[in-house]
Each structure stands twice: as C-alpha cells, then as structure tokens.
C-alpha cells in the first residue's frame, strides 16, 4: 500500500531537482533567519548564492548534538512566538545528559510530520479500515500524540492505549479487533510474552506491528512475528529531525524507506567528515528540506548505517537505509576478531523471554584478552532457584564463548555480586551498570582502553 504514489514513486532524477530546489531555499531561509547559521556559513565563506543544488550541499558545514546542546539552545528557532504550536525536548542519550535540545514545530513541521507517519502506516499495509492501537509509553508520549493524529489521517480508526501495561494492551487488542499496534521495543517484547504464556496466539487479528523508539536485534523481532501472527516494522525517526516516519519500513523489509523529499541523507567517514557512496556503512547525516520552526543543515545523528539506492521491489524508489546502531562499541575488537555488538545482543536475546541485561568486560591477562559477562538484574527477572540459575550461566557462556572465540566467565545476581568488578573497572563499570538498568541489552566494559 502506497500512501503518495507521486512522492514514494518519483523519479531518482525528479526527486533529486526537488531536493536541489528545496535545499537552496532552505539555505537562503536559514541565512536570513538563524543568527548561529549566518555566523557559521560566513565562517567558512559561503552565501546563499553559492548553494545552486544537491551537488553543492557538501560545501555547507556540518550540526552536531553538540552544537543544539551548548551553542543553537533557543536560538536554533527561524521563528518565534505563536508561530510555534508544538515543543518537544530531548535529552540525547545518558552521554549527552544535562544538555537537553529544546525542538520547535510549526504547524507546517506538523503537518511534514503527518504526511511522513501516514506514508509508514501505509508501508506496514495499514489503512482506512483498520485499528490501530497506540502504545507508546511515557518515553515516547509526544510522539504516541503525533501516531494517533497521523492514524486518523490514514482514517483508520485509534485505539489510545500510552501507558497501559502488557495486560491492559492484550485486553483492548483482542476486545476491540486490533489489526496495527505502534510501540516502543521494550513494550512489544513485554506485550509478546505475555500473549504466548496466556495462549493468546488465536485471538489477535493484527495485521501488522510497528516498532518506534530504538532498533532491536533481528532474532527478537522474528520472535515476536511468530508469536504475534504478524510482521513487526521498523520506523525511525529523531526529535532534531521529526518524530518516527524519517524513514520506515514496507513489506520487502530490506530497509527503512527514508523520505527523501523532506529529509536529505548523506552517510560520511566519521574520521574524515568525507562523504561516501551508496552501500558503504558511516555516520548518518541529514538535512531537513523543509522544516520551519526548527531547521538543521548536515546534521551528524552519530548513528552509523549504510543507504541503498536500487529500486524497492515495492516500487519505492526512496532510498533505504538498514537498521542504525549508535556509540563507538558497535564492534569489539577482540584477540584480532572484529565482533558487531549486535550479533551478541542477537545470541544473548533468544536465551531467555525475560527483561535481562548484561555487561560484557573485557581485560588483558598476562597478554591475552579475556571476558567475563555479568548478568544485571536477575533477580527482577524471576530467576529464582539456583538450577535456573546455572542453566542460564552455562547458555550464556556458550553463546558468548561461541561469538568472541574464548571461554568466558559469567556470574549472576543484584547489586552486592558485583562488587569485585566495580573494584577491577572502576567508574566504567559503574556507568556500564547504571546504562544496563535503563534498558541498554548489552552494555561494554573494556579496561583496555581505559587509562
């Protein structure tokens, strides 16, 4: 299901003359009306008349979060007072804690925002005549009020459900006919358990899931499919940008369609800022073709990805971008093996149902590089008895064992089992711990690189 056949079908060379237009509107509009932009274009010599069309925007200097967090503040708005409908605030990320981005939308960013949410419902084969129930907790409340106006666009009908549990989700779904539930990663896991230890497969009559608020690993989606009965979906999105509908997926599922028309992507070294083809992997970078109230040239997400762009056998010819993954731990180097993180989050997410994290630390002994893997939190998670346990002890050794190449220690247990560590890694473990507990699955201690 196409929701803009003209925009999501267009021409490579059509999409890339809107974008030249658009991008040279866009720089001539943030020139005039953003100080902090003024200064920086002046800085490195360039007017609006030097930007004539996408072959031109690597001229044009980068944003960071740093520059939101410390330098743009309230001074990032093009416009001002009653111009602006809508505030959202993000902190990004614990790394960034303290430095909040106060994010501006008028009711034309609004308005982006519906269209680009109302083409991702309609990639997930979501319609005028579906229920779509909206979960997005107390982490995504803004963006749950956004779903709920884009599904009515779409006319399907809105169950709101922002914060219920698992249990009150499960009723409303199988009470009302349920066919499309949006929610964040965390929620739909809980949500799956809960259907398959009540037996609930049978009743549900979704169509299909929608997954806002953080990637996750491939095995736990294909987890929740079976239990569920239905395909799971991403959707990305970030508050400097818009909220989730940047880029989602269609029923192909071999990446997140990004809606170029009003979001500009690039992917470039993050060592040398240089911009690389289509199909490399680097630091996601974009530019927003058409936001008023809150605008960004080049800005670095810090998320690394790579973008295809062949012709979706959908009939997309937006481009795609594969599942982003964030920090500088996204491949361990251990004992001359490049491992990506992700493939650990995979094995370690398909051992056990439950909400467990773990911390993986790595040191050198008598020249070797050895792991050792802490389980956080179990207690929380029900494992009770000690054979529970020491199973769960000897499938996780064996999945870490089989992904590093060495045999790992692993131990269990609450906060006073993990004292010895905070005594060998120091801070580091500490802040690895803190991260684990908000939700991080597999958080990296490596005293290796540590001074």
């Not at 107390?138 to 963006?143: G, K, R, V, Y």
């Not at 996750?216 to 818009?242: A, C, H």
Request: hydrophobic share 40%; aromatic share 6%; with cysteine.
């Amino acid at each position: 299901m196409i929701w803009n056949k003209a925009r999501e079908c267009v021409s490579r060379d059509e999409l890339a003359a809107l974008q030249g237009r658009r991008l040279v509107a866009l720089v001539k509009y943030m020139y005039e009306n953003i100080g902090y932009y003024k200064k920086k274009m002046q800085k490195v010599g360039l007017e609006p008349g030097d930007i004539r069309g996408i072959g031109d925007l690597n001229k044009l200097p980068f944003t960071t979060r740093q520059d939101l967090a410390d330098d743009l503040a309230l001074g990032a708005f093009a416009v001002k007072g009653s111009n602006i409908v809508h505030y959202q605030v993000s902190a990004h990320g614990a790394q960034y804690a303290g430095m909040g981005t106060v994010v501006g939308y008028t009711q034309g960013d609004l308005d982006v925002w519906g269209e680009c949410m109302a083409r991702s419902i309609c990639m997930a084969g979501l319609g005028e005549k579906d229920i779509i129930q909206v979960a997005c907790g107390s982490e995504l409340c803004a963006e749950g009020l956004a779903v709920q106006a884009c599904a009515n666009r779409v006319r399907a009908a809105v169950v709101a459900a922002s914060d219920c549990g698992p249990v009150a989700l499960a009723a409303l779904m199988r009470r009302l006919g349920v066919t499309g539930i949006v929610g964040s990663g965390t929620q739909l896991k809980k949500l799956a358990q809960l259907v398959e230890e009540r037996g609930w497969q049978n009743s549900l009559r979704l169509k299909a899931v929608i997954c806002s608020g953080g990637a996750w690993p491939e095995g736990v989606r294909k987890k929740i499919q079976n239990i569920m009965g239905s395909r799971v979906y991403d959707i990305f999105g970030l508050d400097g940008l818009t909220g989730p509908g940047v880029a989602g997926e269609c029923a192909f599922q071999k990446g997140m369609h990004i809606q170029e028309d009003y979001f500009l992507p690039e992917i470039v070294d993050p060592d040398t800022m240089r911009v690389l083809p289509g199909g490399l992997r680097g630091q996601l970078v974009f530019t927003t073709l058409q936001k008023q109230g809150f605008p960004l040239i080049r800005y670095r997400t810090m998320g690394m990805t790579k973008l295809h762009y062949e012709i979706c056998e959908c009939g997309r010819t937006l481009a795609r971008m594969d599942r982003i993954t964030y920090g500088i731990d996204d491949v361990l180097l251990i004992r001359g093996n490049h491992v990506p993180i992700s493939r650990i989050e995979e094995a370690l997410s398909g051992i056990l149902d439950r909400e467990i994290c773990y911390i993986i630390c790595v040191r050198k002994e008598r020249g070797l590089d050895v792991a050792m893997v802490c389980i956080v939190d179990a207690g929380r998670s029900k494992v009770a008895s000690e054979a529970d346990k020491a199973d769960m002890k000897q499938r996780v050794a064996g999945a870490v064992s089989a992904i590093l190449g060495l045999k790992v220690e692993v131990i269990i247990g609450a906060d006073n089992n993990f004292g010895k560590f905070r005594e060998i890694f120091g801070p580091a473990f500490h802040e690895a711990y803190q991260e684990a507990l908000l939700g991080k699955k597999v958080a990296i201690v490596d005293e290796r690189k540590i001074s």
